[in-house]
């Protein structure tokens, strides 16, 4: 299981530092990798879902697809609140993609338990700079198609066959934009850009 889920915490506070945010992109990404992922498989398992979570083998592959699943969610809600700060805080395309990156590779471990270190991919920090490499920063702080990336990965990497996930793509998708909408509006509403700024000036 995903520690930040077992720590994700709701209370309203302000999001005012690099570290602050860091925190709310980890946990905020684990709590929806991990429901999103768990409330398909017993949507689709119906009854018998226990069945197949206390299956040693079934329930190694649930975890390892949870995982992959947190990497593209902190990497669509890192970008997202990037910007965030974009939109809001005298920033250069050069800058917020440094920074951009600083906070994936802090956030990073902090949604996952100690142990799960070595599974998470070794190659999500090269994508991750890949994937910031090819955007412009003024057009990702609003809309939905900045979390594409987190909605195809709940269908690819879910333990599901094939002919299911054809028939369950649409819902299934629409599914974990309906999570991240709340998660969108918590941060507009926290977001203290300028004091981030200065927090991540000041590491």
């Not at 697809?65 to 997202?80: G, Q």
């Not at 809001?88 to 920074?99: D, F, I, M, N, Y």
């Not at 998470?120 to 991750?128: E, G």
Request: include cysteine.
């Amino acid at each position: 299981m995903l520690g930040s889920m077992l720590h994700h915490r709701r209370r309203l506070r302000r999001v005012a530092s690099f570290e602050e945010l860091a925190e709310f992109a980890a946990t905020r990404s684990a709590y929806i990798a991990q429901t999103s992922l768990y409330g398909y498989l017993k949507t689709r398992m119906g009854t018998q879902f226990r069945v197949y979570f206390e299956d040693e083998l079934f329930s190694r592959e649930i975890h390892a697809a949870a995982l992959k699943l947190y990497v593209s969610c902190l990497s669509d809600l890192t970008v997202h609140s990037v910007g965030l700060l974009y939109e809001r805080a005298s920033l250069t395309e050069e800058r917020a993609s440094e920074l951009a990156e600083e906070l994936y590779a802090t956030a990073l471990p902090l949604g996952v338990q100690d142990r799960d270190l070595v599974l998470l991919s070794s190659d999500a920090h090269a994508l991750f700079r890949a994937r910031i490499g090819k955007l412009r920063w003024e057009d990702e702080a609003v809309g939905l198609a900045i979390f594409a990336g987190s909605a195809r990965d709940l269908v690819r990497f879910a333990p599901v066959v094939d002919e299911f996930k054809e028939l369950d793509s649409e819902i299934v998708m629409n599914s974990i934009r309906f999570r991240w909408r709340n998660v969108r509006e918590q941060l507009r509403g926290r977001l203290r850009a300028e004091e981030v700024l200065a927090s991540f000036t000041r590491r």
